[in-house]
C-alpha cells in the first residue's frame, strides 16, 4: 500500500483551473538556498509543500527557522515581495549566526575563509580544535553573535557528522567530525546573496519561542511550522537542538498554540513524523474544530545512521489550506523525483 501511495504522490498534477494561471518556480528568480545544513531541513520537502502555500498573505512567519528552507524558497520565488516575514528560533547559536551574516556577512566570509583554507591541512583535528577550545567556551562565556562564532557554526555544520546540530545536557556542542573529501566551507557569494535575502525590508529576526512568536499570529499570517520531529523509534530522535530536547509534552503545546493561531484567521501549515503521537494530536476533535487536516505526503530521508536507511518515507502535512494546482515544478525539481503532492488526506 506504501508503494501505491508514493506512486501516486510522485504523478504529475496538471493544471485543469483555467481560470487560474499557473505558476513556474524558480525560472526567471535566482535561488537562494540555505547555507546551512539542518538535521530536518525542508529543501527535499518543498516539492510536496508548495501546493499548500496560499496565495494571499501579508505577513510570513516561521518559529523554527532551523535551515529556512520554505523561506529561502519563497523569497527566491518572488513570493515574498511586498510582504514583512518573522523568522524566528529558540537556538540562540542560528539565530545569531543568521544575524551576523545580515549584518556583518563580510567579516564572516573572511573568519570562514580562514578556516577553509586551515581545514585543507589539519582536517579533524582542527574540527575538534574549533569546536572544543573556542567553539563551546564562548558559548559557555554567554558570546552569541559575533563574526567569528557565525563563521565557526557555519564551519562546524559544513565538516561535522551529516550537518548535525546536537546539544548534550549541558547544552554543549558535541557533534563529532565528518568524513568528507572536499567539503565546500565558505561560498562567498552564496553567503552574500543570503545576506541581502535576510536584509529585505520586512523581515526580521527573533530568538524566540515557537509560542511567543505564535501568540499573536492570525488573519493575514501565513505560518510555517517545521518543529523537531517526533520520533518513529527510541533511535530515531534528532530533537537536541537545545540542552531540554522537544520532547511530547513540547508537541502537544505546539498543537494548542497551532490550532489558535487558525482559530484567529491565521493560514497554518506544519510538517511532522508520521508517528503515532502527531496523528493523536492532529486527528483530535480540537484540531479539527480549528479546521486542521492531516495529509500524507512522500519525503526523502537525508539523515540516517546507516545509509541504507535513508530513501522516501511518508511524512505528515497538517494545514488548515487547501492544496493548489497551477503549482508547477521547475525541470531540476521534475528530475528528482519529488513533485507536487497529490497527497493522501487522513480522515
Request: charged letters at 25%; a positive charge; proline letters at 6%.
Amino acid at each position: 500500500m506504501q508503494s501505491a501511495v508514493f506512486a501516486k504522490a510522485r504523478r504529475y498534477v496538471k493544471d485543469r483551473n483555467a481560470a487560474s494561471p499557473p505558476i513556474r518556480q524558480h525560472v526567471s528568480t535566482p535561488v537562494v538556498r540555505s547555507p546551512l545544513k539542518w538535521a530536518g531541513g525542508k529543501r527535499q520537502l518543498l516539492a510536496a509543500l508548495r501546493p499548500w502555500f496560499p496565495r494571499e498573505f501579508t505577513r510570513y512567519v516561521e518559529p523554527f527557522l532551523g535551515s529556512g528552507a520554505v523561506f529561502f524558497d519563497l523569497a527566491s520565488s518572488g513570493q515574498l515581495e511586498g510582504r514583512s516575514a518573522v523568522l524566528a528560533d529558540v537556538n540562540r547559536d542560528l539565530i545569531g549566526c543568521y544575524t551576523m551574516l545580515r549584518d556583518r556577512a563580510e567579516d564572516v566570509i573572511a573568519v570562514l575563509s580562514e578556516l577553509a583554507a586551515r581545514h585543507k591541512h589539519e582536517g579533524s583535528r582542527l574540527y575538534y580544535e574549533i569546536r572544543d577550545e573556542h567553539f563551546n567556551p564562548a558559548r559557555a562565556a554567554g558570546e552569541s553573535a559575533t563574526p567569528a562564532l557565525a563563521a565557526m557554526l557555519i564551519y562546524l555544520n559544513r565538516t561535522g557528522y551529516n550537518g548535525l546540530y546536537r546539544l548534550n545536557r549541558r547544552g554543549g556542542f558535541n557533534v563529532p567530525a565528518g568524513r568528507y573529501t572536499e567539503p565546500r566551507i565558505c561560498d562567498a557569494e552564496h553567503l552574500r546573496a543570503v545576506s541581502a535575502v535576510l536584509r529585505r525590508p520586512g523581515v526580521t529576526l527573533e530568538w524566540s519561542s515557537f509560542d511567543a512568536v505564535l501568540a499573536g499570529a492570525g488573519d493575514g499570517d501565513f505560518v510555517y511550522c517545521d518543529p523537531p520531529y517526533a520520533p518513529l523509534s527510541a533511535t530515531a530522535s534528532f530533537a537536541h537542538y537545545t540542552a531540554g530536547g522537544f520532547g511530547p509534552a513540547d508537541q502537544q503545546r505546539l498543537q494548542q498554540t497551532v490550532a489558535g493561531a487558525a482559530r484567529r484567521g491565521a493560514a497554518v501549515l506544519l510538517s511532522n513524523s508520521s508517528a503515532p503521537l502527531i496523528e493523536e494530536l492532529y486527528r483530535s476533535a480540537d484540531a479539527r474544530d480549528a479546521g486542521l487536516r492531516l495529509h500524507r505526503v512522500p519525503a526523502r530521508r537525508a539523515i540516517n545512521a546507516k545509509g541504507d536507511a535513508r530513501g522516501v518515507v511518508e511524512e505528515l502535512v497538517v494545514t488548515n489550506l487547501r492544496a493548489r494546482t497551477d503549482v508547477i515544478p521547475a525541470p531540476r525539481m521534475l528530475r528528482a523525483g519529488l513533485r507536487p503532492a497529490t497527497a493522501r488526506r487522513l480522515a
